[in-house]
């Protein structure tokens, strides 16, 4: 059976979620323990094969959990595949504290005679390749003494790494780093994909992420909820599929930007060209009149309004189908009444920015809107009272926060950006660090403005957005690079990730 560990599933699923999985395909189908570690480590071994088909040497580290027994069945592969293996096992009396099918996958390989080497400071790890398999996904407190010693030696060494299932060191349920973690170059997951895999650290530890669902049958995913779902190329063509021939303008929505204060307006301005990038019918922008004639030089097609007094806005609110706020709009006595005017009216809208600061330091309660909230984590900590670092902490249960507090649609922007409506969370797996620049968040407005508009439901106006954005990024970053990205390079990336071009770049 032929099996393509590149697709990653669309589903998400926390530690425990996976243990449940787990026990439901032992105890409900009949699947041996041990059979589903020998799959494991056979589809880490086939990993190895591809990645690494010149490998003569190999080190193998192993704690006493399953994540262990796993890296045992890679050696005994190893082993019966003629390569030099170099067992370390980490744990005084190591054999003594195995169970189940770790026991069994040692008992297995004591019958090819290999060598085991307990770790200790300073040990040489020789292979060409170092398998972490040393801890699993049911690490909860922060990692100590020796396992801290072996993970630290791994970062240390040159050698490439595959981390079997996740790296060691790494929260499967937040992607944080519990004290330190294995960086690997390549992540083998099986049975279900970690959420923590995708979002805040665990981005930088895994790698190359690759999965395997062990030939379990779909049966044994009905019990089990799901934690969160990725959003791909089947939301993306499903949400915006193609325009057909008898298409207009007036079709495809008209959006209004509100912002850019003296000193700020491009923000605003890149907000609505990225609207019309995503194909928005219309764009209209509000915004300073000292800021006009520069919006309409860059961008005539954007019909821009000098802004003086929050009473001017009502005639652009009555025609737009949303709004976007916030880019660029300040935190003045403009800035505020302009906020309060477009707070009053009924259209959909999205916050970003200094709109999500007002919306923090507001003591009225909250009016009941179907927005859209794109908080970066220092916005996120002063809407919920807290600092960045808890937010981050457990990114997942914080955005769940968020809309419980705000209501609407919160995009929690950073690495995994996460969408929850109060039902469902949807993360994007893409994106890569040229995107921490300045403007990127005021193109993601501008996005998911520009596909609001339309008519679409914010839940889903925000998943595709950030996923569209997060595209457009990759595709320059495969273009120039990841360092020195702009913001307005986008802009001619947009429309090959809207009209499925991407692969012609």
Known sequence: MSINREVLPATLYTAEQCRALDRTAIEQFGIPGFRLM???????????????????????????GNNGGDGLVIAGLAWQAGLEVQLIVVGERYAEKLRGEALEAWQWLSGFGVKADNWYPGIELTGELIVDALLGIGLSGQVRGEAASVIAQINRCEQPVLAVDIPSGLCADTGAELGMAVYADLTITFIALKQGLLTHQGVDHV??????????????????????????????????PKRPASSHKGMYGHLLVVGGDLGMGGAALMAAQAALRTGAGLVSLATREEHRMAALTRVPEVMCHGIDEADELEPLLAKADAVVIGP????????RRLFEAVLESDKPMLLDADALNLLAQSDSTLPEHDWVLTPHPGEAARLLDTDTADIQANRFEQVRELQSRCGGTVVLKGAGTLSCDGDVIHL???????????????VLSGIIGGVLARGMPAV????????????????????????????????????LVINGLEENV
Do not use: K, Y
């Open 38 to 64: 020998q799959r494991a480590g056979q589809a880490a071994w086939a990993v190895i094969g591809q990645q690494w088909p010149q490998l003569r040497r190999i080190s193998i580290v192993c704690g006493a």
């Open 207 to 240: 790698g190359n992420l690759l999965f395997d669902a062990l030939l379990l049958p779909d049966e044994v995913f009905e019990d089990v909820p799901v934690s969160a779902f990725r959003t791909d190329t089947e939301d993306l063509r499903e949400l915006l």
């Open 328 to 335: 660029g709009l300040g935190q003045s006595v403009w800035g």
């Open 428 to 442: 994007c797996s893409d994106g890569n660090p040229g995107m921490a620049t300045a403007g990127m968040g005021d």
């Open 460 to 495: 889903d106006a925000a998943r595709v957005g950030v996923l569209v954005h997060a595209r457009a990024a990759d595709l320059c970053a495969r273009q120039l690079g990841a360092g020195g990205l702009l913001a307005t390079d986008l802009m001619n990336t947009i429309p």
